[in-house]
T-cell receptor, first 114, second 112 residues
Framework: EAGVAQSPRYKIIEKRQSVAFWCNPISGHATLYWYQQILGQGPKLLIQFQNNGVVDDSQLPKDRFSAERLKGVDSTLKIQPAKLEDSAVYLC????????????FGNGTRLTVT | GDSVTQMEGPVTLSEEAFLTINCTYTATGYPSLFWYVQYPGEGLQLLLKATKADDKGSNKGFEATYRKETTSFHLEKGSVQVSDSAVYFCALKTGANSKLTFGKGITLSVRP
């Protein structure tokens, strides 16, 4: 089966600019996750969708980050305006459903904010 | 809140050496435990998991046993290979809709 697709692979922007990341989950997976992985740290959940509804966005900095999953398939994560501390790898993952279904991760988007 | 603590790294071993990577956890409730691996240039992959106390997860020669009494889930392999060089993450999940909580990860380098 095709894996989780993410784009772009790399992005370099200046602070205060905006950026968007795209994720296409595995076909049929109802649950989609966005994680932020800062260098030297483990991934941290930003937002979890079940179909097109938000299940958990408690760690999403809502003043600058937004995410949507229209039609319960693809998802976009946006940062506006970006700060230096947003430099990280942004990982998208999907699972068949919530619970103990294994997560399948994409290769991530490496964001550098200068 | 839930948390995962991994031993400090990086770890460098010679090929065929024995590997132990320590992982301990704090959780409210009864977590499922996971080891994920990230090979260079690739995404995170599930390596193994255990869902209840005394379960042993195993895959690709790696093993980890869910120890409730010591709140640990240490990863072991009897003989590492160069191809095992990667970053290893311990993680936990409590409840059906809870998030996966990761440790900081540890980099393993295996030299020929």
């Amino acid at each position: 089966e095709a894996g989780v697709a993410q784009s772009p692979r790399y992005k370099i922007i200046e602070k205060r600019q905006s950026v968007a990341f795209w994720c296409n989950p595995i076909s049929g997976h109802a649950t989609l996750y966005w994680y932020q992985q800062i260098l030297g740290q483990g991934p941290k959940l930003l937002i979890q969708f079940q179909n097109n509804g938000v299940v958990d966005d408690s760690q999403l900095p809502k003043d600058r980050f937004s995410a949507e999953r229209l039609k319960g398939v693809d998802s976009t994560l946006k940062i506006q305006p970006a700060k230096l501390e947003d430099s990280a790898v942004y990982l998208c993952a999907s699972s068949w459903r919530a619970g103990n279904s294994p997560l399948h991760f994409g290769n991530g988007t490496r964001l550098t904010v200068t | 809140g839930d948390s995962v603590t991994q031993m400090e790294g990086p770890v460098t071993l010679s090929e065929e050496a024995f590997l132990t990577i320590n992982c301990t956890y704090t959780a409210t409730g009864y977590p499922s435990l996971f080891w994920y691996v990230q090979y260079p240039g690739e995404g995170l992959q599930l390596l193994l998991k255990a869902t209840k106390a005394d379960d042993k997860g195993s895959n690709k020669g790696f093993e980890a046993t869910y120890r409730k009494e010591t709140t640990s889930f240490h990863l072991e392999k009897g003989s590492v290979q160069v191809s095992d060089s990667a970053v290893y993450f311990c993680a936990l999940k409590t409840g059906a809709n809870s998030k996966l909580t990761f440790g900081k990860g540890i980099t393993l380098s295996v030299r020929p």
